[in-house]
């Protein structure tokens, strides 16, 4: 019986009554056949494979391997198009291999493969062995073991050869650095990436004028062009942070970094670990009086508290400029997370100035201090500080420095007796009398007390110890340009 279907009632009743037919579907799980006539051709450097396609209408790739045949490492996987019909392994060094090619098709089937042994004895030199690479902030460091003559050569089936290296490459982008160091050198370091994605390549050069064979590493998206931006000119060569630190930032440092859950985020290092060219040795755990103890953040008080209990903050909000640290809290965030410190007097004034692009402005960004920065409390708010950079920046793409928190400078100021000195601030929103600002006659309405940039009074020495705190007080990281280039500090090696 013929059944045809013109509604989807009738076609429910059709297949209820039997009147429909199944179809079994059967995947295809064949792959398609091998190539044939698989030959190489062996040139100086350079090994060039070629092969018959076979006749499958849904061959759509090729896979070609090339494996060490001593111990059966991979050297190089590449995926070829249909019609090509063969590929050539540049700069291949000497040495045993076998070569694989198998064929797929569109449903992904891939065939056992053809094989082919052959032996190469290469005019390529050897490239360097174990290479590291890494970037840290904006910075690419890559090292490598160091070669000797015993790599320069190799035997091949009783043959030898010897092709001493010159010289060792490394590209970044290919277009944005090259450098090529002598062929004992184990390590290079390539500052001041862009923001972006990057790689390297990796290879040698020798004598006999031949390159070795790459080797090539991709890295995660570079975004330290967000936080920070470089000032170079005036005798100054520093990154620099475009925002004060945030109470969520400080907050990440102290809870899950340092996993501290102490009042005062006490924590305590070594001195006699740190080595004596160290520039951080005179404040590293040199407390006179709380000698090894760091003092981190200000006593626990209804505005803000931290400890067993959690971090409870009235009066800072995540999102707002953190103002509740001291000068060792502040130096210790700057150099454990980005090899920083706070900035001199002179280098933060010639930021806030704009460096090289300075135009002269009053304050930080321009002549009108309500446009470039947040003065006195947060309007119909409890809070102490304002969000860093929702004021228009200055010259250099740098904000709040006019106004919001006030910021801690390295320098201290002359102390009592067993102190390391005083704590001296600049900047933020404080008038000239008072410098944790909660006072009203701090700012006049014709904005006369709103300190600028030239004002002697936008430096204060707050009097207080170098572990103690005050309102409002907050941190601003700078990077001297010879430090970001080294290895990230580690914490833990000047750690009990």
Not at 276 to 299: H, L, S, V
Not at 384 to 400: A, Q, R, W
Request: glycine fraction near 10%; charged fraction near 20%; proline fraction near 6%.
């Amino acid at each position: 019986m013929h059944c045809k279907p013109y509604y989807l009632a009738s076609l429910l009743l059709l297949i209820l009554s039997g009147c429909y037919k199944s179809y079994d579907i059967v995947a295809d799980v064949t792959p398609p056949g091998e190539v044939k006539n698989l030959s190489i051709e062996k040139r100086d450097v350079d090994v060039a494979v070629t092969w018959t396609p076979p006749s499958d209408k849904d061959l759509i790739a090729y896979q070609v391997s090339l494996y060490y045949a001593d111990n059966q490492g991979q050297v190089m996987l590449v995926d070829r198009p249909k019609d090509s019909a063969g590929y050539t392994f540049r700069h291949l060094a000497a040495g045993n291999y076998y070569l694989k090619v198998r064929t797929r098709d569109k449903q992904n089937n891939l065939s056992d493969g053809d094989t082919l042994h052959f032996s190469f004895l290469s005019k390529a030199p050897v490239n360097v062995k174990h290479i590291n690479a890494a970037i840290y902030w904006n910075v690419v460091h890559v090292s490598w073991d160091s070669l000797t003559d015993k790599d320069f050569k190799t035997t091949v089936d009783g043959q030898s050869i010897i092709e001493p290296v010159d010289s060792v490459i490394v590209e970044v982008d290919s277009i944005f650095q090259r450098v090529a160091v002598k062929a004992n050198a184990t390590s290079v370091v390539v500052p001041d990436l862009p923001d972006g994605y990057h790689y390297i390549k990796v290879y040698t050069h020798g004598t006999s004028g031949y390159y070795s064979a790459e080797y090539v590493q991709s890295f995660p998206k570079v975004t330290f062009g967000e936080k920070f931006v470089r000032v170079k000119g005036g005798g100054f060569d520093f990154y620099i942070a475009k925002y004060e630190v945030t109470a969520a930032e400080f907050k990440d440092f102290i809870v899950n970094e340092m996993g501290i859950t102490q009042e005062y985020g006490v924590y305590k290092a070594d001195n006699s670990k740190v080595e004596d060219t160290a520039w951080f040795k005179w404040w590293y755990g040199t407390d006179p009086t709380e000698r090894p103890y760091f003092y981190m953040m200000g006593f626990n008080t209804w505005e803000f508290s931290y400890g067993p209990g959690g971090w409870i903050s009235n009066r800072y909000a995540p999102e707002d400029a953190f103002g509740r640290v001291s000068w060792e809290g502040a130096m210790l965030y700057s150099l454990i997370k980005y090899n920083g410190r706070c900035p001199t007097k002179e280098e933060w004034l010639y930021a806030a100035k704009g460096g090289p692009l300075s135009n002269g402005y009053d304050y930080a960004g321009g002549n009108d201090p309500d446009a470039v920065g947040w003065w006195g409390f947060p309007p119909g708010s409890n809070t102490f500080l304002n969000p860093p950079g929702k004021k228009i920046p200055n010259e250099l793409g740098i904000y709040d420095m006019s106004g919001n928190a006030s910021e801690i400078l390295y320098e201290l100021g002359i102390g009592d007796p067993g102190t390391l000195g005083t704590i001296q601030i600049i900047g933020g929103s404080m008038g000239p009398i008072h410098f944790w600002g909660n006072e009203g006659e701090d700012f006049g309405p014709d904005n006369t007390l709103k300190p600028k940039l030239s004002d002697p009074e936008i430096i204060k020495n707050t009097g207080l110890n170098q572990n103690s705190f005050a309102w409002r007080i907050g941190i601003r990281v700078l990077i001297p340009h010879g430090e970001i280039v080294k290895l990230p500090f580690n914490r833990f090696k000047y750690e009990f």
